[in-house]
């Protein structure tokens, strides 16, 4: 059955593939981005383009209007001072377009930790989010739980080049469970093309590996196989960030996120997880596409 599905997110790394996974098989997709340039290209695809904001109500509910399921996610913002509540705004502005429209089925984007209120980090607001949407009636909700995103190892590029480490505020014992944007896609479109009812959440996890491993495999992708993972003090981590370009309010949630990674906190409700299908791409295949930035970033 061909189905109207609505995507927010552009062309980034989740919305792209997962809008060509839906264009090819036949759905009518709809690809929200606020840049006009990117209408051509979301065009060559097999889509139709609707620019304009996701902080736009009017604009997001006739994007909405007549879809049979809308994929949400909130766009990251560097420049706010308060980056809880622009979360939240966000979700309060889904809420509202998605009475607005009627659309009733819908796959948010959420984040593994999402089960706690505070002390996360910005996943606090993507908490809040869930909250917010849970309020609708008559709409069902898959709320998408991924790991940490392969990808943002690449913001660690800059401190091997540096000072030949990697780092952060948790210690290379830590456990992570991560995730590639192209699981995220393929996992979200499953859900939107499938059948599933009420309020419920899936995580989307590709591998777990402690964070000394890490570092040893996307060492190893660049001829670096004793690359070191350091833990650094939170007021280092704090600085660093600074100095890449981050404000201070943006800084200082990452920081908390740290500190909440390092405890192991954000993963406890996966653990508990009884049944689980793992995603398909590894820590050991993205090494491949690691080490194809870092060569090209020389």
């Given at each position: 059955m061909i189905m109207k599905i609505t995507i927010t997110g552009s062309l980034g790394k989740i919305s792209k593939p997962l809008a060509e996974i839906l264009i090819k098989n036949a759905n009518d997709v709809t690809i929200i981005s606020n840049d006009p340039k990117k209408a051509k290209e979301i065009e060559s695809l097999g889509a139709k383009a609707a620019i304009g904001s996701v902080a736009d109500i009017r604009f997001l509910t006739?994007?909405?209007?007549?879809?049979?399921?809308?994929?949400?996610?909130?766009p990251p913002n560097w420049k706010v001072p308060d980056y809880r509540k622009y979360i939240a705004q966000i979700g309060e502005n889904y809420l509202q377009a998605i009475q607005a429209s009627g659309v009733k089925r819908v796959v948010n984007l959420s984040s593994i930790g999402a089960h706690l209120s505070g002390g996360t980090g910005p996943i606090a607001g993507l908490y809040d989010v869930e909250q917010i949407l849970n309020t609708l009636d008559n709409v069902d909700i898959k709320y998408l739980r991924p790991g940490l995103f392969y990808v943002n190892f690449f913001f660690d590029i800059g401190t091997i080049r540096k000072i030949g480490v990697m780092g952060n505020n948790y210690s290379g014992k830590t456990k992570l469970l991560m995730t590639h944007p192209r699981d995220i896609a393929a996992a979200a479109a499953q859900e939107l093309q499938g059948s599933f009812k009420g309020k419920s959440h899936r995580y989307v996890v590709s591998d777990e590996r402690d964070v000394a491993e890490v570092a040893r495999i996307l060492g190893t992708s660049i001829g670096n196989p004793e690359l070191p993972w350091v833990q650094f003090s939170d007021d280092d981590t704090f600085a660093g960030m600074k100095a890449a370009g981050m404000s201070e309010a943006i800084a200082k949630v990452y920081v908390e996120m740290g500190r909440a990674i390092d405890s192991e906190i954000l993963f406890e409700d996966f653990h508990r997880q009884e049944k689980f299908d793992w995603g398909s791409t590894k820590l050991t295949d993205f090494a491949n596409e690691f080490a194809a930035v870092y060569k090209s970033l020389k």
């Open positions: 006739q994007a909405f209007q007549g879809a049979d399921a809308a994929y949400t996610m909130v």
